[in-house]
């Protein structure tokens, strides 16, 4: 099967930048999506990745090297709001090869 | 818009009791998906659907149908409840051409405990 792994958990500092990352096996996967988690919420999507590269959205890019199984969520100037869950999940040629990762909690600390 | 709306929120059910979980959405998307999320787990497809009248089976479907009547409605039943099946429920939707490509809006979740 595919295994999604990735950090259980992170801190970080507000106004710091943090790399998340997720590893992959490389079969059957054709991009990466980034959710983001709040406690006792639902996932938000923030990032969908399908070319290697590097996407920049506002303080969150995220990164994918499909030859290395590897992708990174990048945060900049963390705000305390940016505490959550953050999934990564491998997307595939069907509704079913979508298989989400344990997700890395991340805690900012003033 | 709406959205992905679930009811209920909560839910206690006792060992062996049944009951359906409701999802709905506005967004005329075609995939629909049921998903449960374990304390400090990741998300499990428990079923989805492409479409009104199509299910398929994800990752965990034991003790749970699913049936898919309309485009917008896509409830879960679960028949024999048991401990095992205590987690937080989470329904989700995409508008999808080619399948696992798409981005999935999530409903807020129904969080259910079985004693």
């Known amino acids: 099967g595919q295994n999604i792994d990735q950090p259980t958990e992170m801190t970080a500092t507000e106004g710091a930048i943090v790399q998340i990352n997720c590893t992959y096996q490389?079969?059957?996967?054709?991009?990466l999506f980034w959710y983001q988690q709040h406690a006792g919420e639902a996932p938000t999507f923030l990032s969908y990745?399908?070319?290697?590269g590097l996407e920049e959205k506002g303080r969150f890019s995220s990164f994918l090297s499909r030859s290395k199984g590897y992708s990174y969520l990048l945060l900049k100037e963390l705000q305390m709001k940016d505490s959550a869950s953050y999934l990564c999940?491998?997307?595939?040629?069907?509704?079913?090869?979508?298989?989400f990762g344990s997700g890395t909690r991340l805690s900012i600390r003033p | 818009n709406a959205g992905v709306t679930q009811t209920p929120k909560f839910r206690i059910l006792k060992i062996g009791q049944s009951m359906t979980l409701q999802c709905t959405q506005d967004m005329n998307h075609n995939y629909m998906y049921w998903y449960r999320q374990d304390p400090g787990m990741g998300l499990k497809l428990i079923y989805y659907?492409?479409?009104?009248?199509?299910?398929d089976k994800g990752e965990v479907p034991n003790g749970y149908n699913v049936s898919r009547s309309t485009t917008e409605d896509f409830p879960l039943r679960l028949e024999l409840a048991a401990p095992s099946q205590t987690s937080v429920y989470f329904c989700?939707?995409?508008?999808?051409?080619?399948?696992?490509?798409?981005?999935?809006?999530f409903g807020p979740g129904t969080r259910l405990t079985v004693l």
């Open positions: 490389t079969s059957g996967f054709n991009g």
């Open positions: 989700a939707s995409s508008y999808s051409r080619d399948g696992g490509s798409d981005t999935q809006y």
């Open positions: 999940a491998g997307g595939g040629s069907s509704a079913s090869k979508i298989i």
């Open positions: 990745n399908v070319l290697d």
């Open positions: 659907s492409v479409g009104a009248g199509i299910t």
